[in-house]
């Protein structure tokens, strides 16, 4: 058996904000700060006078003053229609369009889409899991249409849930023949001690029946950017895996963009106070060494070591999977490098728009 996890950051389209310019710490900072800031049910005048100062700071004032469009909220989206004064005629098939538009999403570039596919393919996983799909229509018609291109057969069961992300992004799970889904649970109404939804993302449990019967678990994760949020949810899912533990399960896989490198206290409740361990740190754990000379210090192929300071994906196992593993590796081929040190990449990838993702594809494979 065979399991990946991969952030795959869209299929066709992707939100304008991942289509983003590298932001300065401070400006990083202030997008939490005002984030936390407008999920406060009650603000004070100072709280206010605050998200003022920080609307200027990124810029949100630069706006227009003379009406231009119409913006509205429907199906929990925004929509935009231009402002016009004159009367116009209905949108229809034999008119030009004057209706809603949904902003937000752009293209993603047809080498983009293909990179994913390759990674996928490469690796060809049983059981994969998914962080940031946009719905289950596109992973559908990705399933149907791009992976056969690529000389393998789609998967038989393919899953998208919805989660708290603000920009509609899901999780989703995808199933050889075979593998079946047989429960699922989120987490998107689980609170923190001030009473803010827990997970800005989602923690989502898959129980999957394999072909000889097993019952393995899995626990699907994004965690915060912000610190203190990240530790508590790091908490909530430890708990969780102690728990099942504790019901008599032995096959679990907790999985995900973490956001943290392995050393951080964020993690320590998952890292260092469980039996969880990294796939990565299994003997047999491949992957490409990274070009140049600083390669030794920066190497994402250092993960063995526990020196990775760029790690934010993780694939982690219960001891019974783990001691099992007798393959595992990481693919980033199709994972653009923003500064050295380099490492390999698909042919076809000749900048970071036709990149697959930010994050790499880790996998594992038991006896």
């Keep these: 058996m065979k ?7 869209n299929l066709f389209h992707r939100h304008w904000e991942l289509i983003k310019i590298n932001r300065t710490k401070n400006a990083t900072d202030w997008i939490s700060e005002l984030d936390t800031l407008l999920r406060k049910p009650l603000k004070n005048t100072a709280d206010n006078e605050r998200i003022n100062s920080l609307s200027f700071l990124l810029g949100f004032d630069k706006t227009a003053d003379n009406p231009y469009a119409i913006l509205k909220r429907q199906g929990g989206e925004l929509h935009f229609k231009g402002r016009v004064t004159e ?3 209905k949108a229809s098939f034999l008119t030009d369009w004057q209706g809603w538009l949904k902003l937000g999403n752009r293209p993603i570039h047809e080498k983009a889409v293909f990179s994913k596919g390759y990674m996928i393919a490469e690796t060809y996983p049983d059981i994969l899991i998914l962080q940031e799909v946009e719905d289950r229509a596109s992973l559908m018609e990705f399933n149907s249409e791009v992976l056969p291109l690529l000389k393998i057969t789609p998967y038989q069961e393919v899953m998208v849930f919805e989660t708290n992300d603000a920009r509609g992004l899901g999780m989703g799970i995808m199933l050889k023949a075979g ?4 429960g699922f649970k989120n987490h998107v109404h689980d609170l923190d001690d001030e009473g803010f939804a827990l997970f800005d993302v989602d923690c989502q449990e898959y129980s999957i029946v394999t072909p000889k019967g097993d019952a393995i678990w899995v ?3 994004q965690f915060s950017a912000e610190e203190n949020q990240r530790k508590k949810q790091a908490e909530k899912v430890a708990e969780r895996y102690l728990q099942l533990r504790e019901e008599g399960n032995n096959l679990i896989v907790v999985c995900g963009t973490l956001n943290d490198v392995s050393y951080s206290h964020c993690l320590a409740p998952l890292l260092r106070e469980t039996n969880l361990v990294d796939v990565s740190k299994h003997k047999c754990f491949h992957t490409d060494s990274d070009n140049g000379s600083s390669g030794t210090y920066f190497s994402l192929g250092a993960y063995r070591m526990g020196v990775n300071i760029k790690q934010q994906d993780y694939l982690l196992l219960s001891p019974s999977l783990f ?8 693919n980033r081929q199709g994972t653009w490098p923003e500064r050295k040190p380099n490492w390999r990449l698909y042919p076809s990838i000749a900048s970071k728009h036709h990149a697959a993702s ?6 594992g494979e038991t006896t």
């Design 3 to 9: 399991i990946a996890t991969f952030n795959i950051q």
């Design 87 to 89: 009367n116009t005629t």
């Design 179 to 182: 593998y079946h889904l047989s």
């Design 219 to 221: 626990l699907n994760n």
């Design 323 to 330: 001691e099992n593993i007798r393959k595992a590796g990481m």
């Design 358 to 363: 930010e994050h790499p594809l880790i996998w």
